[in-house]
């Protein structure tokens, strides 16, 4: 390999390529040239380290006690921990006949302490560690996005009022300007007004809307200049957890960027599907919006989005989509009577591909229910055929047990509460997650503060629902290995039973304990972490695990032709080392979790 080639293979190699140029050459000049006979031990709890191993051909195993750890192929690198550490209980062999590049023990150590960024990456914390990689991992697909300019996308028209005004004049411009916020002037400085400050300064403290609108604005605009760069708007977006950004030009402001249309525009302008949705009048027009949906994900997930920012995106469109079907089929008299629910990972806004149907109707009491039953039938039968398979347990409007008036649920969630039994407390999981997406929605609210209340002082049902949570055992051995399925499923492991069902139950019956109202798995940790039930560390933590967890399963579920109940199913030997390595990490905080919940609810005396 010549000096150049050589010089090439180590800056494509993370973390190397943090390294500045004379770094790279000086490194160049310390490393030798190896070649290892399949077979040969390299390192072992007996055989120290003296190196560290860079792959230009071949491949090497990792093992402890005989147990497969991880391969190791071209461009990886191993083994860092033995160097730092000095020791090991893995012993890594070759598999196939290696040469290799060997950078020795102190060459490596000086690395670390001289060069930050290095040492970083091999001594770094979890979230931080998972960052990085993902960052890493789509670096080359962000690119197009990275130089894309704010006004390339669809901008909203501003609502801009004195705020000297009333709330109310304010309201009725912003509706004849079908604008989403209010912008407020007050003097030399500019204010916003949204759904939130309208709830928390008017609705709940019961503010006249004759008052001025300056009275309920939040000051301090977070403003982005026209020409900026997209990339720029995301990280603004991220920073500050907000959901639009003002747009300026200058000092003049030239309209609204929403965070929708933000992801929407990284995916090929498929916010498009949301105005094909608007715009349908028929299911044949919605099964034609709905066929972009796996395309839209598709985009996303290579060009390095987030899985639950995706999941967002989705949710919202799905809503759209749910919310048409109903406006189709149900008469208007009857629409406000009632409230379409959907529940699972849908309720909780977590469904990305396609799953099955988990969803219900709450009527208002007095209404009877055989007027709605027709429609509720049809609405299942449209929603199959636009692609929402029918539940295998049953849990959709067509089905009179989940189609019940408020009084209804609430005798059931009674029931449900006092009973105990296996399906009972599966009913409770389900319902907890509800979320409306049609209809009138304070029926579903006095439902689940229905349920809220007799959660109260009920510390034998939530340690027995939280007792689910332990049903699966974590697919990692002791030694930090992967512990396959058997049979069908030998070299695989299935990933939701493994990691992703114990975070979703758990957090959610947490959430119900604390009165919790958010559906969201990720909301719900932020708020148990706010009400103290987690320190900020081990929240962030468990969110970067989940994260993961779907991030790696929903890319499994891209690369099959078809979905299926095996879809759940991933073989890590299929994976990179970057993504073997956050799947171990993800399942170690499982494990932490898990403990937690043991500990919170006494499940060790829970029979």
Known sequence: ????????????????????????????????????????????????????????????????DGELQNVYGERDSFDANSLIYGNTQSTFSVAEDLICYELPKESFLNLLQDVE????????????????LKERQHQNELTPFMVSRVDEIYLHSPCIVNASQSIKESLELMVRKNSKVILVKDESRMGIVTDSNLRERVLLVGKSTEDA??????????????????????????KHGIMRLVVVEG???????????????????????????????????LQSAQRSLTHLISSLTSKGVRVRYISKLVSELNGKLYRKVFEMVVPKELQSRCALIVMGSEGRGEQILRTDQDNGLIFQDGADEADFEPYMIRFSDYLIRLGFPKCSGDVMV?????????????AVISQWVETLNEDSLRSLSIFSDASCVAGDESLLHECRNYLMVHFEGRSDVLAHLAKAALSFETPLSLFSGFVLGRAEHESQLDIKKGGIFAIVHGVR????????????????????????IFDKQFASELIEAYD????????????QKQMSEGENYINPKLFSKADRDLLKDAFKIVNTFKKFLTYHFHLGIVV
């Open 1 to 64: 390999m010549s000096l150049f080639d050589q010089k090439a293979l180590l800056m494509s190699i993370h973390p190397f390529d943090l390294l500045e140029d004379r770094m790279i050459e000086q490194l160049m000049t310390q490393m030798d040239i190896a070649y290892y006979p399949k077979e040969t031990v390299l390192i072992a709890p007996r055989v120290r380290a003296e190196s560290l191993t860079i792959i230009i051909k071949g491949v090497v195993n990792e093992t402890i």
């Open 509 to 532: 019956i947490l959430a119900l304990e604390y009165k919790i109202d958010s559906t969201n798995t990720t909301e719900r940790i932020k708020e148990l972490n706010n009400v103290g």
């Open 213 to 238: 609108i300056g009275e309920i604005a939040t000051y301090g605009l977070i403003t982005i200049e026209r020409s900026d760069f997209l990339f720029n708007a995301l990280l603004l977006f991220t």
């Open 251 to 285: 000092e003049k402001i030239v309209g609204i960027l929403e965070q929708l249309d933000l992801l929407s525009h990284f995916a090929n302008h498929t916010h498009l599907i949301a105005a094909s949705i608007d715009r349908a009048v028929s299911i044949d027009e």
């Open 548 to 559: 993961t967890l779907l991030g790696i399963r929903l890319r499994s579920m891209l690369s």
């Open 398 to 410: 067509s089905n009179p047990d989940w189609r019940r008036s408020v009084s209804g649920y609430k």
């Open 117 to 132: 960024s290095f040492q970083n990456y091999f001594m770094q914390d979890f979230i931080t560690k998972h960052q990085q």
